[in-house]
Protein backbone atom coordinates (compact mmCIF):
# COMPACT_ATOMS: atom_id res chain seq x y z
CA UNK A 1 0.00 0.00 0.00
CA UNK A 2 1.45 3.80 -0.91
CA UNK A 3 0.67 6.09 1.26
CA UNK A 4 -0.27 10.28 -0.01
CA UNK A 5 2.99 11.95 1.19
CA UNK A 6 0.91 15.43 0.32
CA UNK A 7 0.32 16.49 3.43
CA UNK A 8 -1.19 19.99 1.63
CA UNK A 9 -4.19 17.74 1.00
CA UNK A 10 -6.44 17.10 4.24
CA UNK A 11 -8.37 14.47 2.63
CA UNK A 12 -5.12 12.51 2.05
CA UNK A 13 -4.09 12.91 5.28
CA UNK A 14 -4.09 9.16 7.35
CA UNK A 15 -3.86 9.43 11.38
CA UNK A 16 -4.01 6.44 13.99
CA UNK A 17 -4.76 8.27 17.41
CA UNK A 18 -3.09 6.43 21.11
CA UNK A 19 -5.08 7.31 24.21
CA UNK A 20 -7.97 8.88 22.02
CA UNK A 21 -10.73 8.74 24.89
CA UNK A 22 -13.61 9.49 23.17
CA UNK A 23 -11.86 10.97 20.24
CA UNK A 24 -11.79 14.82 20.71
CA UNK A 25 -8.77 14.70 18.44
CA UNK A 26 -9.91 12.53 16.24
CA UNK A 27 -13.04 14.67 15.81
CA UNK A 28 -11.17 17.58 14.82
CA UNK A 29 -9.27 15.24 12.26
CA UNK A 30 -12.61 14.20 10.61
CA UNK A 31 -13.97 17.34 10.80
CA UNK A 32 -11.04 18.78 8.68
CA UNK A 33 -11.14 16.36 6.10
CA UNK A 34 -8.49 13.84 7.07
CA UNK A 35 -8.90 10.04 7.40
CA UNK A 36 -8.80 8.54 10.46
CA UNK A 37 -7.51 5.21 10.10
CA UNK A 38 -7.47 3.21 13.31
CA UNK A 39 -7.23 4.71 17.68
CA UNK A 40 -6.31 3.30 20.88
CA UNK A 41 -8.10 3.25 24.10
CA UNK A 42 -8.16 1.35 27.03
CA UNK A 43 -11.25 3.06 29.29
CA UNK A 44 -14.65 0.83 28.15
CA UNK A 45 -16.91 3.81 28.72
CA UNK A 46 -14.87 5.83 26.54
CA UNK A 47 -14.08 3.13 24.23
CA UNK A 48 -18.48 3.13 24.46
CA UNK A 49 -18.67 6.26 23.32
CA UNK A 50 -15.81 6.42 21.11
CA UNK A 51 -17.26 3.16 19.49
CA UNK A 52 -20.80 5.31 18.94
CA UNK A 53 -19.03 8.33 17.26
CA UNK A 54 -16.56 7.15 15.08
CA UNK A 55 -16.77 3.91 12.52
CA UNK A 56 -12.48 3.32 11.76
CA UNK A 57 -10.83 0.77 13.86
CA UNK A 58 -10.52 0.75 17.61
CA UNK A 59 -8.29 -0.88 19.36
CA UNK A 60 -9.79 -1.57 23.35
CA UNK A 61 -6.04 -2.35 24.56
CA UNK A 62 -3.48 -0.79 26.96
CA UNK A 63 -0.89 0.48 25.01
CA UNK A 64 1.27 -2.02 26.70
CA UNK A 65 -0.09 -5.19 24.69
CA UNK A 66 -0.64 -3.11 21.57
CA UNK A 67 1.92 -3.70 18.59
CA UNK A 68 1.93 -3.01 14.93
CA UNK A 69 2.74 -6.51 13.56
CA UNK A 70 0.68 -8.11 16.21
CA UNK A 71 -2.13 -5.99 15.74
CA UNK A 72 -1.75 -5.02 11.81
CA UNK A 73 -1.64 -1.33 12.73
CA UNK A 74 -1.93 0.17 9.33
CA UNK A 75 1.02 3.24 8.50
CA UNK A 76 -0.20 6.74 9.45
CA UNK A 77 0.93 10.10 8.32
CA UNK A 78 0.04 11.62 11.64
CA UNK A 79 -0.01 9.82 14.83
CA UNK A 80 -1.76 11.91 18.34
CA UNK A 81 -1.07 10.96 22.05
CA UNK A 82 -3.17 12.51 24.80
CA UNK A 83 -1.04 10.25 26.92
CA UNK A 84 -1.89 10.09 30.55
CA UNK A 85 -1.31 13.80 32.43
CA UNK A 86 -1.79 13.03 35.86
CA UNK A 87 1.88 12.12 36.61
CA UNK A 88 2.95 15.67 35.23
CA UNK A 89 -0.03 17.78 36.21
CA UNK A 90 0.33 20.62 38.81
CA UNK A 91 -2.77 18.90 40.91
CA UNK A 92 -1.01 15.90 41.60
CA UNK A 93 2.33 14.29 43.05
CA UNK A 94 4.14 15.17 40.36
CA UNK A 95 6.14 12.12 39.89
CA UNK A 96 6.51 12.41 36.24
CA UNK A 97 8.49 9.19 34.87
CA UNK A 98 8.20 7.97 38.19
CA UNK A 99 4.48 7.42 37.84
CA UNK A 100 3.70 4.29 36.00
CA UNK A 101 1.63 6.21 34.00
CA UNK A 102 4.36 8.59 32.89
CA UNK A 103 6.39 5.63 31.25
CA UNK A 104 3.14 5.20 29.29
CA UNK A 105 5.06 7.98 27.05
CA UNK A 106 8.04 5.54 25.92
CA UNK A 107 5.40 3.21 24.58
CA UNK A 108 4.48 5.62 21.93
CA UNK A 109 7.96 5.99 21.08
CA UNK A 110 8.01 2.19 20.71
CA UNK A 111 5.09 1.94 18.67
CA UNK A 112 6.50 4.81 16.20
CA UNK A 113 10.24 2.78 15.92
CA UNK A 114 7.96 -0.45 15.35
CA UNK A 115 6.86 1.03 12.14
CA UNK A 116 10.39 0.99 10.49
CA UNK A 117 10.57 3.20 7.40
CA UNK A 118 6.74 3.24 7.45
CA UNK A 119 6.46 5.36 10.66
CA UNK A 120 3.96 8.31 11.33
CA UNK A 121 5.06 11.69 9.22
CA UNK A 122 4.15 13.98 12.28
CA UNK A 123 3.86 13.25 15.64
CA UNK A 124 0.99 15.56 17.78
CA UNK A 125 1.24 15.01 21.63
CA UNK A 126 -1.44 16.28 24.16
CA UNK A 127 -0.88 16.54 28.20
CA UNK A 128 -1.25 19.63 30.58
CA UNK A 129 -0.19 23.07 30.67
CA UNK A 130 2.69 22.25 33.12
CA UNK A 131 4.34 19.75 30.80
CA UNK A 132 6.96 21.88 29.80
CA UNK A 133 8.12 23.23 32.79
CA UNK A 134 8.16 19.68 34.89
CA UNK A 135 10.71 18.74 36.93
CA UNK A 136 12.31 21.90 36.28
CA UNK A 137 12.30 21.11 32.14
CA UNK A 138 14.24 18.10 32.56
CA UNK A 139 11.12 15.90 31.69
CA UNK A 140 10.21 18.10 28.35
CA UNK A 141 14.18 17.16 27.63
CA UNK A 142 13.46 13.96 28.07
CA UNK A 143 10.47 13.96 25.32
CA UNK A 144 12.62 15.41 23.46
CA UNK A 145 15.81 13.80 23.54
CA UNK A 146 13.22 10.11 22.70
CA UNK A 147 11.78 11.83 19.80
CA UNK A 148 15.06 12.89 18.43
CA UNK A 149 16.38 9.57 18.84
CA UNK A 150 13.16 7.68 17.12
CA UNK A 151 13.94 10.06 14.07
CA UNK A 152 12.11 13.29 14.58
CA UNK A 153 13.24 16.75 14.59
CA UNK A 154 11.66 18.95 17.45
CA UNK A 155 12.66 22.24 19.33
CA UNK A 156 11.11 24.01 21.97
CA UNK A 157 9.25 26.73 19.27
CA UNK A 158 7.00 23.29 18.33
CA UNK A 159 4.97 23.03 21.54
CA UNK A 160 2.43 25.42 22.34
CA UNK A 161 -0.09 26.15 25.39
CA UNK A 162 -3.18 25.94 23.96
CA UNK A 163 -6.19 27.70 25.37
CA UNK A 164 -9.87 25.59 24.65
CA UNK A 165 -11.78 29.17 25.12
CA UNK A 166 -9.76 30.19 22.06
CA UNK A 167 -9.53 27.65 19.71
CA UNK A 168 -12.85 25.88 19.68
CA UNK A 169 -16.66 26.48 20.50
CA UNK A 170 -17.28 24.79 23.30
CA UNK A 171 -17.84 26.73 26.95
CA UNK A 172 -14.61 26.03 28.60
CA UNK A 173 -11.40 27.40 29.83
CA UNK A 174 -8.46 24.64 29.58
CA UNK A 175 -5.17 25.34 29.28
CA UNK A 176 -2.94 22.02 27.51
CA UNK A 177 0.51 21.35 26.29
CA UNK A 178 0.87 20.62 22.90
CA UNK A 179 3.60 19.27 20.52
Given amino acids: MTIDTNLNSPSKVTVGSLFAGIGGFCRAYVESGANMV ?20 LYEKSILDLTVVGDNLQPVDILTAGFPCQPFSKAGLKLGFAD ?17 TQKPKILFFENVSNFKTHDDGRTFAI ?16 ARILNTRIHCEIPQNHELSVS
Avoid at 147 to 155: D, I, L, R, T
Fill in 143 to 158: VKEAMKEAGYWFSDAN
Fill in 100 to 116: RRGQLFFEIIRLVKEFG
Fill in 38 to 57: WANEVDPHACKTYRANFRHK
